[in-house]
């Protein structure tokens, strides 16, 4: 099915919190932490939270630059 949102953000660049931990090489509670307290952006359904791959290289970027994400 092709959808405008299929197009505009695929599948392959949304995270679930256990994936963005993988990435991170984390915990999946620190993930939530993050959200949580408002360090890394995510978009929320429900109970379901999703990380955009782009947010969570963003915040990647600030911490290896040594400043805080906001």
Do not use: F
Not at 9 to 30: F, H, I, K, Q
Not at 49 to 62: F, K, P, S, V
């Amino acid at each position: 099915m092709d959808t405008v949102e299929s197009r505009l953000l695929g599948p392959e660049e949304l995270l679930t919190p256990a994936e963005a931990a993988e990435v991170l090489r984390s915990s999946t509670d620190y993930i939530w932490k993050l959200c949580r307290e408002g360090h890394l952006c995510h978009m929320r359904k429900g109970r379901l939270i999703l990380i955009r791959r782009q947010n969570l290289t963003d915040y990647i970027a600030g911490q290896i630059r040594g400043g805080v994400q906001q």
